[in-house]
Structure formats: structure tokens, C-alpha cells
């Protein structure tokens, strides 16, 4: 089936540093690459969505110059935290859609300190 | 804006019993997900149903849809303590891709011998 690889898993940063989280689709093109993040004990959050060759769409109230998207190309999606700081600390999962549907990343846990 | 309500939000019950969890939503859809979250992990596909009347059946799991009434239900036969999990409902607001999927805010179940 259609798989979503993310990494990195886990990464742990110092406050005002940038972080690159990067989404490839194996096996499938990923027409459209969504970006969740999510808080403890909460559901996702769409932070916003990408299409391949043109600029991401971020939803209401999410810094599109500190969350940035790139998606270069149907495999591959990337986000990048700039100038991390503590609030920033989160669970980031991309979504890959395309013709089956939509295919989770495994996440991303980012510990900014 | 489509809204995702999905109850209980927490659920303890004891091993051997049944339950449902009710996916209320509250535009037209026909394509509904069901998804499992163990703790530090991404979502887990469970079910995908993409009609009025679908059932489908995983296990100790079955899910159901009702479009006319826009409500999903994963009903839990005898449950045991490996279905401990959050279980999000996810509504497909559109027949295309490029739409994120709108999210539950989750059920939070623990299994107790």
C-alpha cells in the first residue's frame, strides 16, 4: 500500500535554531502534502497544505515565514521550523493525498529547549 | 465550516464489554475514516467508508455509516486491554484530495482487566 516516510523521528533543537522535517511519498505521488501538528492529549491541527510546484495554503493563525513548506516535487515534501523556540515543541505529522486516499507520516517529535 | 463531534471523549471500560463511539458531522459527506493512535505514535488507518450503509468489520471493530444521518459508530465487541488507544473520526469534506480531512477530537479509550 501507499506509504508516507518522515523523518526525522525525533529531534531535539535549541531555541532560535531551524528544524527541516521532510515527507516522502514511497510508492505514490503525493498530488497534495498536508502539515498537522498536535498537541498532547488533542487532535490534529491542519497547519496547512501544500501542492506540488506552487506555495503552500496555511490555515488561519499559523506563521507561514516560521512554518516553511516546500514541495518540490511529487515524493517530496518538506517543513522547516525557523527560529524554533519552546512553544514551538510538538508532534508533526505530514498526510499525503493522491489516489489512495490519504497516507500518514509515522510523525515527528520535535523538543525545542 | 464542517464540524467533527465525536463522543465519549474518554472511555474506561472493563475487558469482555461492549461499546460504541458515536462520529457526529455536520455537512453532506459519504467518505468517512476511522483512526488509531497508540501514545508517540502517527495515526493508524482502521476503516475507510465510502458509502450510505457501509459496514465494515476489523476484529473486535466494526464501523458503520450513516450518511443521511451524518453519524458514524465503532462499536467495540468484548473488549481487551491491546484496543487501549485514541480514536479519532474523519470526515472527507470534499471527493477530492486536495481537501485536508476534517478531524474528531478524539476518543480516548482505556481498557481495565
Known amino acids: 500500500g501507499a506509504v508516507v516516510s518522515q523523518h526525522p523521528s525525533r529531534v531535539i533543537c535549541k531555541s532560535g535554531t531551524s528544524v527541516k522535517i521532510e515527507c516522502r511519498s514511497l510508492d505514490f505521488q503525493a498530488t497534495t502534502m498536508f502539515w498537522y501538528r498536535q498537541f498532547p492529549k488533542q487532535s490534529l491541527m491542519l497547519m496547512a497544505t501544500s501542492n506540488e510546484g506552487s506555495k503552500a495554503t496555511y490555515e488561519q493563525g499559523v506563521e507561514k515565514d516560521k512554518f516553511l513548506i516546500n514541495h518540490a516535487s511529487l515524493t517530496l515534501s518538506t517543513l522547516t521550523v525557523t527560529s524554533a523556540h519552546p512553544e514551538d515543541s510538538s508532534f508533526y505529522i505530514c498526510?499525503?493525498?493522491?489516489?489512495?486516499?490519504?497516507?500518514f507520516g509515522s510523525g515527528t517529535r520535535l523538543t525545542v529547549v | 465550516e464542517l464540524k467533527v463531534e465525536q463522543n465519549p471523549l474518554f472511555l474506561s471500560m472493563q475487558e469482555g464489554k461492549n461499546y460504541t463511539i458515536y462520529c457526529n458531522y455536520s455537512t453532506t459527506s459519504d467518505r468517512l475514516y476511522w483512526y488509531r493512535q497508540d501514545p508517540g505514535k502517527s495515526l493508524e488507518s482502521l476503516f475507510v467508508?465510502?458509502?450510505?450503509?457501509a459496514v465494515k468489520q476489523e476484529g473486535r471493530l466494526m464501523a458503520s455509516l450513516d450518511t443521511k444521518a451524518r453519524l458514524s459508530t465503532l462499536h467495540i465487541t468484548a473488549a481487551v486491554h491491546d484496543l487501549s488507544a485514541t480514536y479519532f473520526c474523519?470526515?472527507?469534506?470534499?471527493?477530492?484530495?486536495?481537501?485536508?480531512?476534517?478531524f474528531g477530537k478524539g476518543t480516548s479509550l482505556l481498557v481495565t482487566p
Open positions: 498526510s499525503g493525498g493522491g489516489v489512495y486516499g490519504y497516507t
Open positions: 467508508l465510502l458509502s450510505n450503509g
Open positions: 474523519a470526515v472527507d469534506p470534499a471527493r477530492r484530495s486536495g481537501y485536508a480531512l476534517n
